[in-house]
């Protein structure tokens, strides 16, 4: 294992303010999306959405790297120009998603564990090869009541432990993400509890297989309160509430926090963000960045809507929002960023 080629790359990951963008939902999630919109859900209908994306002009300038799926990594631009050379090309380091979904945990009902540790080894190197250098595994914990319970926050622990050395071992930068969901009636203050529960369990889960932590991503939650909680916290306490549950949890010798999005409305993600590095940057031991899926692809896909004639528009939509969480990196996002013409770079080449 070449430990400082990894802590390289973990620290270029949430180098210059950018941060990821996810882009690795798997084929039924990615046809969920399309079906609501009435797109086809098709093979070829998935390569034209991520051909879209990844040629996006100057995305490279907010987003420092691209977590794909399997089917995307293997895919090409209509000229047959690889994905993953458009997107090493526009500066953004390659990543993939290498768990298989999550599954019902024996024996617990209401609660996940998330597969795909047969055959890593050989997969990983596979990735490798192709251009990949950096890996994400998702656990999902569901809050209700009753749970989590501690048999599933244990055993999801340790599959992410188990990912994170392979990923290092195969020189990969593990992107480490336990989503406590959103799902629910649950206040912030149960999310807070159940997100510092999950964190502790999971770096005491990397110690124990002797993962690097230099050379690991975080991808938690936000914490938030459940969508159906009445009581909705402000911007401002949501982004204390975090960044409190993480200090506690979290080692400071990881370089970057990556939030999910985790379904929240794509400004209220970024606002989020954005109070979280005014309040607390200059005192953190580690780079608050984002590792937004629905957060920055949302409104461009329904921009999109499958049509050829929309693609520029869509494009366009998702820099934006690629722009205003890089600039929520930094503390200087506000609603203007939202509104205002001049913020939307308007792109003038065509989506080759
Ligand atoms: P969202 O930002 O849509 O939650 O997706 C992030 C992700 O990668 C889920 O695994």
């Given at each position: 294992m070449n430990t400082q080629e990894l802590m390289n790359t973990a620290r270029k990951m949430v180098a210059d303010d950018k941060g990821l963008l996810a882009m690795d939902e798997s084929n039924p999630t990615c046809n969920k999306r399309f079906a609501r919109l009435g797109i086809p859900q098709t093979v070829e209908a998935r390569r034209t959405w991520r051909e879209l994306i990844v040629t996006t002009?100057?995305?490279?300038e907010s987003i420092s790297g691209a977590i794909l799926y399997d089917e995307t990594i293997r895919q090409k631009k209509?000229?047959?120009?690889?994905f993953i050379k458009v997107i090493t090309d526009a500066g953004i380091i390659p990543g993939i998603k290498v768990d298989t979904g999550a599954k019902d945990l024996a024996g617990h009902p209401g609660e996940k564990i998330t597969e795909g540790l047969d055959g890593l080894r050989d997969r990983l190197a596979e990735y490798f090869q192709m251009g990949a250098r950096f890996a994400k595994w998702r656990a999902v914990i569901a809050v209700g009541?009753?749970?989590?319970s501690r048999g599933c926050i244990e055993a999801n622990a340790q599959a992410l432990a188990r990912y994170a050395a392979l990923c290092q071992e195969a020189e990969l930068v593990p992107v480490v993400e336990p989503e406590v969901l959103?799902?629910?009636?649950?206040?912030l203050d149960r999310c807070r509890e159940v997100t510092e529960e999950v964190l502790r369990t999971v770096f005491t889960q990397l110690y124990t297989q002797r993962v690097t932590l230099e050379g690991t991503i975080l991808k938690p939650n936000m914490v938030l309160p459940g969508l159906t909680c009445p009581e909705q916290e402000s911007v401002d306490e949501v982004a204390d509430a975090t960044v409190r549950c993480l200090l506690r949890a979290v080692?400071?010798?990881?370089?970057g926090i990556a939030f999910l999005?985790?379904?929240?409305p794509s400004e209220l993600a970024s606002a989020r963000l954005n109070a979280m590095n005014i309040r607390f940057k200059s005192r953190l031991p580690w780079a608050l960045a984002f590792s937004f899926a629905r957060a920055i692809q949302q409104p461009a896909l329904e921009i999109w809507q499958g049509k050829e004639s929309n693609v520029l528009a869509a494009q366009q939509a998702l820099s934006h929002r690629a722009r205003c969480n890089r600039a929520a990196r930094r503390g200087e996002y506000d609603d203007a960023m939202e509104t205002t013409?001049?913020?939307i770079p308007q792109l003038t080449k065509p989506a080759a």
């Open positions: 002009p100057g995305l490279g209509k000229d047959g120009t690889p009541d009753g749970i989590p959103m799902d629910g009636e649950h206040s080692p400071a010798a990881v370089p999005s985790g379904g929240q013409s001049t913020s």
